[in-house]
Structure formats: structure tokens, C-alpha cells
């Protein structure tokens, strides 16, 4: 049923999606493509945050034409200023949806508030296993092949107070190789985050649109 009483602009077609960078930016580089190519669904990347300048991200936003700032700990005198300064740029640009694709820093509970249930993180591997404080980067890949695990992979996940611990909502499995080494693991996976990733921020998009949000 339509509801009739409502402004065509309560209804936006797009979903304003920020997403939260800290170093190479890989996986920015995959969304923003996507975007590109039509394949973000109602997600719009608007604005791209980086804890850290001069990280090859800032060149994948600035390739793609996004507004990009860089804020980082060390500029603000506490913990909290820090982090009010990013809530502060994601209201100011009026985003929807929080996307984190290798952002270092922990959000503080009044971002998680904020954006309760549309903040999305990509870990890469299947969690519940190898995940939470600690365990980023090449540690999640060691810890994978010294506990001899036949596969691996990687998990799109709904962002909580703790660390990778939200609900999966999308996931893939890479076969760990016998000869693997963390790296060699990591670049497998990697390829399979810039499938899965995109994809299921499209698919996550749709589930926004229309939604109420301050
Ligand atoms: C990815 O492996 C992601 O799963 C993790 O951090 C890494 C970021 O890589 N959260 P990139 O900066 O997107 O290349």
C-alpha cells in the first residue's frame, strides 16, 4: 500500500555511505568501482574517511572524485575530541551507512549509537573463528595455518561495541593451500573481499531505503 501522505523527499533513492579507511584502501578501491559500474545498489559512497595521511585510500578517493578528510588521533588532544570529530563529519554529511574496510581505530559507543545496526566491517576470515582484539592483518593468517585449518575466508559482518563480533551477514570460504604462507593467504582472500564486499553492501543498501533515520 502507498503511503500517500508521504514527500517524495522522505524517500531517497540512494543510501549515503561513508566508508572508513586507514591504509591501502583495496577494498575502497573495489566499492568505489562497483559505484562505478552500477553495482553499489542504493549505496552511495559520499565521503571517505582516513585515520592515517598520505595512505595510497586518499588516492583511490581522490581517483574516483569522493570527498575525502583525514582525521587522525594525534591531531586531537583526547580520545573523545577524536571521536567526536568523526561522528561530526559523518552527520555533517548526512550519512546513512558506515562502511569500515580496514579502518584501525576502535568507534566509540556514541558512533555505534548513532548508527546502530548500519555500520558494516569486513574481517578477513570466518568468524566467529580468528577474530577479535588482536587479530587484524597478517596475525589472522598466521593464526589460521598454525591451527591447520582446511579453510579460511572472509566475513562481512554488522559492526558492535566489540571487536568482530556483530552478526555475519555474508561470507566466503578460501581453500588454505598447503604450501600457504600468511601472505599468499592473505592475497587470496583479498581477491575474495572485493567480490564480496560490494556485493553485499548493495544487497544491505536495499534494506535501507526508506528506513527513518535522524
Ligand atoms: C582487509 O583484509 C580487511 O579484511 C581488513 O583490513 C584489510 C584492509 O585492506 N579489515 P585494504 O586497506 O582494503 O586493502
Redesign the pocket.
Known sequence: MWNLDRKSSDLPETVRTAVL?????????AILSAQKAGHLGSAQVTLVISSRAGVK?LEHAAAYQIPACVLERAKFSSEKEFQQAVLSALKAARIQLVC????LRLLSPDIIAAFRGRIL????SLLPKFGGSGM??HHVHAAVLKAEEPFSG?SVHVVDEEFDHGPVIASARVPVEKNDTPETL?AR??EQ?HQLYPKTIAAFSASLIGAPHD
Open positions: 579507511v586507514s591504509g591501502g584502501g583495496s577494498n575502497l578501491d585510500a569500515l574496510a580496514g579502518y566491517n569486513i574481517h578477513p587484524y592483518g572472509c592473505a582472500i583479498l573481499e
